[in-house]
């Protein structure tokens, strides 16, 4: 059974677990990641040469981020790991790796797709303008890079991610202007109870309000952003929202974060022609996975943020159990009391996920409100305005046909950003449920392929 | 439930189906299409969208000089912009062999308007100065040009429906019988649809109906591979094909107007009739991305953004199905394409319209009866 090949995509939280469970097992799978370094998204690593501690990098999560890339040093020798190698398709039971412009494809038993989430986003008029910035760009500026997005900066949207971030450039040093967050107060109180179910993780968003409020960082609850303002030599000058009230407000800054929670990075288990099944309590079509993370095709899983967003202590749990899904369809033994009892604690954090859900939900309405001028794909510059057009002259209320007539979604991001606020619009000028807008087919490759890109065979 | 009626049924809403609807009402007739999908969802939305006819065989030619006269004249016919861009057409090649061949069709050629021109390495380096090193000649049909393919279709089936045919999307038909003088039509929800004449236009699937009425047709579905470059200052001019000796070294590609490349080539892939799903091969992707550069180094430094592919129908003869049935009254047959389709969707419109109508063409399509292929099972048996 030695034999058995087994690639992991993705080495953070619930990558570099998968790999350990296998190790253990006596597999030596091939994990690959497009970045530099293992960690992922939450325990990035900073550069060589940069040398901040775990506290100031990770805060409350230093233990856990410095026992991930412990767990990983460890694997090292054990695991075919290919850094800086980005898995662009899935053909045949192969997956196509591309690194330094070399392609190569790599016959697998087994896949696990660990490969994360990034930021879901509802446009705004003027969000084209240079200054704004994901809220995970803004992260990994920071991790990363240790650079701020700018000098004064509006952090808005909504979800857990929009006050860490905040919190961490108020600890670098950096300032910011104002939180602006689309949802109310009382969605988070009513969302309590299910929150309640990680009192840890409720206790340090609890301090991290107090940490901004400390810090007298302004933060207004129930907004809708209407406009960011700036122009195309300086960038962002400002923005404008309107507040629970209705009336509107302004404030000058260069840089805004945008952010409404994050979305699974599901294209690779499109290309592996995983079914995907729509999530009415999120609004969005999700490869569909059992407990354990099986997806409809044999052979595949789907761990971590990349199949259902638990964060990353739910990514943890999520490569363990599916490494062992994977043992156990190839007729190994699996600790079952361990797994029933990581089954269990997922299923906790399910529960807290849906709170999050219910406190930060994603504002569909906001889409039916963007005025026609404000761009929905930034990729192909195409307004919402264009957009209702393909819906109401041209009769395109399915999301594959409005981006054939009208290009939403066909440029670089291959409507990754995009996609899920152009189905709210799409669903909204049609006048139909966003279930039947349907999804973006995916297609590779995952991300844009060098032309020079020459196939080597291993 | 009662049937719907009209003088003409036509099965399949791709560019042929939704042109020869919007045709056959400016003579008056009433028509009813069928489409399983969406109106020019399959091969019709997604191919290259090459509006060529250098390289058509001869006999074509004047089908395809008919069907230049509707792209010319698309937006005022069909009432929308096709984005469509006449810069030509290149054909280049890398060996004097090649250069023959070019040389031979431009001849042959050279009554039916193309105004092609043979062109040397220098003059086409000096013209085309992008062109690689390794290209000596090449032919270039100035009036050829491409457009959208993701529009053409669904506009000409809004222009049918502006001028009174009765589209019907997301129909699928699972039965085609003759009944009496009418041809009865049932769709996968039992709706019943009637009509003296019938017209196939169901592409790739076709055969399958031309088959229930006796006439298979040797063909088979493939899916040609496509890629898309991110968008980048307009550079190109023509569309460009390269000749090859082996034929997934052929490389096509074209600029659109937003600036991206789109380049086709690399052979074909099997494909999926049932569900209805084409899949693109990374070899043959990669191994595109290794001939382009060829032909225009500086593709190099682009990246590819998506790939795609369709679903087409390739006749063993490589030319279509067109014209009466040889064994029917009153059914009439336009399918297997073999991957020229595009081009002469809006003439075949207009040629069917007119057979249907008058009884005769005046533009010759014997060639394409689909009776030769009983013959030559005949002859073979
Ligand atoms: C911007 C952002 C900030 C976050 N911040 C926090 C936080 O502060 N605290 C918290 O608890 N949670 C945070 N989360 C959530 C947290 O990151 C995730 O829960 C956790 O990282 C999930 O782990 P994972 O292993 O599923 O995915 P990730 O940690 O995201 O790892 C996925 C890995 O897969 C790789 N990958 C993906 N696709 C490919 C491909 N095609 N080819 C090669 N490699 C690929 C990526 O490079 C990445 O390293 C954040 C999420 C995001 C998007
Ligand atoms: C990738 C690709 C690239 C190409 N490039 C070019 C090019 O550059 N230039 C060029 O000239 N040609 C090109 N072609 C060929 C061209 O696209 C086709 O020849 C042309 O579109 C055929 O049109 P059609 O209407 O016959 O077929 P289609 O567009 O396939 O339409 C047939 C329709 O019939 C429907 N149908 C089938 N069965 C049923 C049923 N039982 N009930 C109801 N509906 C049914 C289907 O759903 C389909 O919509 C290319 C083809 C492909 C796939």
Redesign the pocket.
Known sequence: MGQCRVII???????VRCAEVLVAAGIRPIL????RRD?????RRQPEGFNRSYPTLYGT?AERARSLHQTFESLRGSIDYRPE????NIFDRQLYTVSARVSKALPFDALVV??????RLMPVKGWHRAGTYS??AA??ALKSQACAIGRRVVFAGTGP?LY?VAAQYVKAGAHVEAILDTSSLWKRVRALPKLAARPRVLVNGLSLMRTLRGAGVRIVTGIEPVEIHGSPEDGVSGITYRGRDGSTHQLACDAVALGYH?RP?TQ?ADLARCEFRFDAETRQWLPAVDQDGRSTVPGVYL????AR????D??EIA?KLAAWALLQDLGRPVPEAERDALRRERGVMDRFRQGLVEAFPWPAEQAARLPDEAIVCRCEAITAGELRRVVNQMGACEANRAKAFSRVGMGRCQGRYCGHAGAEVIAHAAGVPVEQVGRLRGQAP??PLSIAVREEVE | MNARKADVIIVGGGIMGAATAFFLRKRGMSVILLERGLIGQQASGVNFGNVRRMGRPIEQLPLANRSRETWLKFKELFGDDVELLLNGHLRVGFTPAHEERMAKYAQDAKDFGLDMQMMGAKALRERFPYLGPEITAGCYAPHDGHANPRLAAPIIGRAAVREGAQVFENTEIVSVEKDGEDFRMTAADDRTFRAPVALITAGAWGDRISAKFGEPVPMIAKGPQMCVTEPVPYAIGPTIGAIADVFEQVVFFRQVARGNIVIGGGGHEPVDLENRRAYVNPHRTLYKLKNAPRVVPAFNHLNIIRVWSGIEGYMEDSSPAMGPSARVPGLYYAFGFSGEGFQLGPGVGDVMAELIHTGATTTPIEQYHIGRFAKQAMQAA
């Open positions: 995509v993705g080495a953070g939280p619930a990558g690959v990641d497009e970045g960690g992922g998204q939450i325990y999560e190698t980005l898995a662009w660990c490969s994360g989430a990034t930021d809220l995970g992260q990994i991610l860490l994050v990075e690779l761990a971590g943020d990349g967003v638990l964060g990353a739910g990514a490569g995952v991300k």
